[in-house]
């Protein structure tokens, strides 16, 4: 199975602060890497799908980039609305693998 | 609008099996892949498998072959996950999710909590 290293597990920053959180798979998944966000007990958010591509509705202080096996999401101009839990996914393989997640915390 | 609307919450004793049901709406439910995840309490996102609603055709994760079953009734666009001789660590949210582009899992259901527990 491709395994997802997702970094940091969690984060500090204030708002109005740019942030980057980054996932590496275990081999090549080209641009089949998806971000969500997830609130407490709700289900997950899709924000970026394919890598860079903006969900529709999805703000666009998110943003993401990447191919191969590196990738990141980049929050701009964090809004208090940010601080939950991101996660990344690949979509590669027909066996669909996460990150361990992100929480971002308000410092 | 597409909706997914699980069934309720349930609690099982260990050994026993669970069947979460997911009923679509607002889109052709034979057009896209439903997925099956699930997340234990304060614990990350994992992936169970996935159906091919058209199909029938499953794909599962290693980790739940042989104890899980994936099957849909397109008469009612209602999706099923079966999971069998639960354990304690079984107890989770499970959502489904509807397959979008790149294969992203675009829609969510609001999640089914199991309980496992004697």
């Known amino acids: 199975d491709i395994q997802m290293t997702q970094s940091p597990s969690s984060l500090s920053a204030s708002v109005g602060d740019r942030v980057t959180i980054t996932c590496r798979a275990s081999?090549?998944?080209?641009?089949?890497l998806n971000w969500y966000q997830q609130k407490p007990g709700k289900a997950p958010h899709l924000l970026i799908y394919a890598a860079s591509r903006l969900q529709s509705g999805v703000s666009s202080r998110f943003s993401g980039s990447g191919s191969g096996t590196d990738f990141t999401l980049t929050i701009s101009s964090l809004q208090p609305e940010d601080f939950t839990t991101y996660y990344c996914q690949q979509s590669y393989s027909t066996l669909y693998t996460f990150g361990q997640g992100t929480k971002l915390e308000i410092k | 609008q597409v909706h997914l609307v699980q069934s309720g919450a349930e609690v099982k004793k260990p050994g026993a099996s669970v069947k979460v049901s997911c009923k679509a709406s607002g889109y052709t439910f034979t057009g896209q892949y439903m997925h099956w995840l699930r997340q234990a309490p304060g614990q990350g996102l994992e992936w169970m498998g996935r159906?091919?609603?058209?199909?029938?055709?499953?794909d599962y994760a290693r980790k739940f072959q042989g104890r899980v079953t994936m099957t849909r009734d397109t008469s009612i666009s209602t999706a099923y996950m079966e999971l069998r001789r639960l354990i304690s660590d079984d107890t989770a949210v499970y959502y489904c999710?509807?397959?979008?582009?790149?294969?992203?899992?675009?829609?969510w259901g609001q999640g089914t909590l199991v309980t496992v527990s004697s």
């Open positions: 159906i091919n609603p058209n199909s029938g055709g499953t």
């Open positions: 081999q090549n998944i080209s641009s089949y």
């Open positions: 999710a509807r397959e979008g582009l790149a294969g992203a899992t675009t829609n």
